[in-house]
C-alpha cells in the first residue's frame, strides 16, 4: 500500500513531537503540526530527512551553534527558523 500524503503528514506530525529531546520536540511538533498541512510531497520528504539528522544536529542548527549541512539546508529548515524566530 502506498503511503498517502494525509497519511504521511500524521506520522511525521507524531514522529516530530516525540523526537527524544524535549526542546525539539517542541519546536518540531508544534512546527509540524502548524505547517504540514499545507506542504507538498517533496516538502514533506525534505521534512522527513530533515528529522532522520537526528536531534542534536538540528537544535545545533536552529540555535546557530553549527552550520546547516547543504542537503538540509532546505526552503522547510528556513521555516522552521522562521518559526522558532516568531515563537
Known sequence: MTETDEMMRRRLIYRASYTGMKETDLLLGQFAKRHLPELDR???????????????????????????????????????KQFQVSK
Open 42 to 80: 517533496k516538502s514533506l520528504i525534505e521534512f522527513e530527512e530533515l528529522l532522520d539528522a537526528g536531534d542534536p544536529s538540528i537544535f545545533a542548527w536552529v540555535r546557530g551553534d553549527e552550520d546547516v549541512p547543504e542537503q538540509y539546508n532546505t526552503s522547510v529548515f528556513s521555516l522552521i
